[in-house]
């Protein structure tokens, strides 16, 4: 059987995979933003249609914007995790066991969606509108898998 040492040693070792693996999309994320800056189109895309069409085009400096919401989305979040301040009606406990796991979990996940955006933005790959949808409806489900699992532990 496992001790509680063990299990701490394990979700420790769970976090910092988390972490190394989105500090690394979060770089991937910045070198894309930063080929495309340096010698990329004039030019990327802001936004597209359901269909993956473009619609609308800006500078290419705004895709600057893309690491650096990467980067608050995941200091945020390791920012939750250590500091539960939740001001919801659930008890305190229950707030320190239950989002934060949870939102670790999902953090590359979602870190992924920015990172594909921005593969798309600088046209490096081609738009299609069901890889984002599929990653998000996939944070939502293992969100709310994570959540119930440690309310019942």
């Known amino acids: 059987m496992f001790t509680k040492t063990d299990s701490s040693n394990i979700n420790n070792n769970h976090n910092m995979k988390s972490k190394i693996l989105s500090l690394a999309i979060i770089i991937a994320i910045t070198v894309i933003a930063l080929y495309c800056v340096l010698s990329g189109p004039e030019t990327i895309i ?50 320190r066991n239950r989002n934060p796991k949870a939102l670790r979990d999902i953090m590359p996940i979602l870190l992924l969606v920015i990172l594909y955006l921005t593969a798309c933005s600088v046209k490096l790959i081609i738009m299609s509108s069901i890889v984002p949808f599929s990653l998000i409806i996939i944070a939502i489900i293992l969100f709310m898998y994570k959540s119930r699992k440690s309310t019942k532990l």
């Open 46 to 95: 802001l936004h597209w249609n359901i269909g993956g069409e473009a619609e609308s085009y800006g500078s290419k400096y705004l895709i600057l914007a893309l690491p650096v919401i990467s980067l608050i989305i995941f200091l945020l979040i390791v920012n939750q995790e250590k500091h539960p301040y939740d001001t919801s009606l659930m008890s305190e406990k229950s707030r």
